[in-house]
């Protein structure tokens, strides 16, 4: 199938929009993942549209803002044609390491201000909690959410990284449109509760990292000489030292049903994740996140392999083999309020 037929589209939640059944994560155009070449960024956002991938994520973390600034300009020239999607509560300082979260009602105001005008729009298509800070009683913070669908300031709720009793707890408050979690061959912990709270909900799972930032491609065994200096994923546990060249082997498997496809570990890696809406019975839409077209198109195209019974058991262990978090620090995730 070629990767330049559009993707089909699906539902987020029982009333949100309808998107192509993949996104795009815009993150690493501004930051974590080394150097960006603009052009070619913006080239992938065009091609994004082409294939029908209309659910652009961000959140105003990103490069502290600059992330929702990149956007503007495609925002702009496209604002029907896509569901623009970004996120608050994260905080952070010159200390590049350092990540508070602030989930208050005030803070949740000024902080969809400056979204809305950093991304130059008037309404923000869904608008997600990045971390959840437990200190603040969470139907608080999700009223406050709501009181903005109220002012016309965004349209949809989301929330990421929170557990299945949370999402339930937040969904007797307001609809949530999407839960956005990391979930991969690498990165299960999702499925321990949110995954079944969400299908019985009806909201959709926006799995972000589908390609554990990049390692599931095959490209990252060894960090200190595959990655640049500043790249964020050098302080990541999967991707260090020991961990890295453990975790490698691990995709076996994944390079042994890519060859026999003819496809990419990149694309068995999405195809694994978009079966899981199959699986759990809910809406997947996962947001891997490149800078280059070839590969947009590359991860569009996984939406139309099929993988075996057979392949679909080769791949179940892996997870529960990876070494190292998913995180140097787990305290913000929602594994943290769950183990
Ligand atoms: N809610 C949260 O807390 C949270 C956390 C992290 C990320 N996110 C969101 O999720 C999005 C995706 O996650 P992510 O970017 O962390 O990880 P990812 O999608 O798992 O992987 C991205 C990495 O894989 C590379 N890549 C993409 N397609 C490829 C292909 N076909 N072949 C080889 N390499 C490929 C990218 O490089 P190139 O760019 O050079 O192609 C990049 O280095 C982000 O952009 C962000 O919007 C949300």
Redesign the pocket.
Known sequence: MSGTERITTARLGTNGPEVGIQGL????MSEF?GDTDEAAARDTLDAALEAGVTLI???DVYGRGANEEFLAPFVAAHRDEITLAT?FSIIRTDDPHYRGVRNDPAYIKSAVENSLRRLGVDVIDLY?M?RRDPAVPFAESVGAMAELVHEGKIKHLGL??VTGPELREAHAVHPIAAL?S?W?LFSRDVERSAVGAAAELGVAVVP???????FL?G?FADAAKDLQEDDFRRSQPRFSGDNARRNAALLEPVHTIAAAHGV?A?QVALAWVHHRSAVHGLTVVP??????RS?LL??TAATWITLTEAELALLEPIAARVAGDRYPDMSLTSAARES
């Open positions: 994560g815009a993150m690493g993942y994520d961000t959140a996120k997600y990045h990421s990284e956005q990391e991969s972000y990292s589908p390609l554990g930032r990049g491609t490209a990419t990149a947001i891997p996140g490149t800078r280059r590969r590359e991860n």
